[in-house]
């Protein structure tokens, strides 16, 4: 693939991974109450879970600006991790199971990353060494990349959808806040969505339906209750994931455009002779 679409999607998903853990991290600082559940699953008190917190907030908010200024891959190897363990301590704590799938970008944008920078064969030749962005990825890894990322969308867009559906109190009290009389009609309606568009991008990725959950997903994200600017930077992840997406459709649209041309005037040729 051409190095410019290459760079295009290796900083989408690195600045991606840095927002999602720089995010996460600063409702560690914050000490969000909610954490407390999740240590508690670990059998720590919610007094030093207090304590614990900003040391895991730091500690997140590091590694997302060493994805920033030096990305090695193993930092997202940790990151993957670090993101399917914190996602899954939801459901886990008794939060629904959509809440774990909903943050697949957490875990997703990095595991793209990956994949798109030589896959793990590449891990464990250059788990240390910087990321070069001016190396355009192999075909294999860029159609792997492909799968990965229509499979994290999906799963982003169907978690988000499904905790509309089941009236999340969270998304119910945003929808009051934003004005509209009956929030559990709006929460339906945008479940619905949410789980076609979830669906229609695993099957058929179509790159005017992406470019539209990019906006959607971005604005939509803008709204919560409290903490606006951090939860919106803290999903960084989805609209990552969505925007790179999108560079490797239009990508993948002008290849098999060129391979029709190629095989019509070979078949030009062939009758000619």
Known sequence: ?????????????????????????????????????????????????????????????????????????????YLVIWGIATASLRPLTGEPFAELIERAGNFGAPLALLIFAGGFND????????????????????????????????????????????????????????????????????GIFEIASAILVLLRPLRPVILTLIIWKMGSELFYPRYEFFEWVERGGSYGTLFALWFALEHQIKVKSIRRKVNKENYSFWRVI
Request: hydrophobic residues 50%.
């Open 1 to 77: 693939m051409n190095i410019t679409t290459s760079r295009y999607i290796h900083y989408t998903l690195r600045i991606a991974v840095a927002m999602c853990f720089i995010g996460h991290g600063a409702f560690g600082i914050i000490t969000k109450p909610i954490w407390c559940n999740y240590f508690g699953f670990f059998g720590i008190s919610q007094e030093m879970a207090y304590k614990i917190m900003p040391l895991v907030g730091s500690l997140d908010i590091i590694f997302g600006l060493i994805m920033i200024f030096y990305p090695v891959r193993a930092i997202l190897v």
């Open 123 to 190: 891990i464990r030749k250059h788990l240390f060494s910087r990321m070069n962005p001016e190396q355009p990825t192999s075909p294999e890894s860029f159609q792997n990349t492909i799968i990965c990322l229509r499979v994290i969308v999906f799963l982003l867009l169907a978690g988000h959808g499904w905790l509309n559906l089941i009236d999340k109190k969270g998304i119910i009290i945003q929808y009051q806040s934003l004005g509209f009389a009956s929030p559990a009609n709006v929460a339906l309606y945008i």
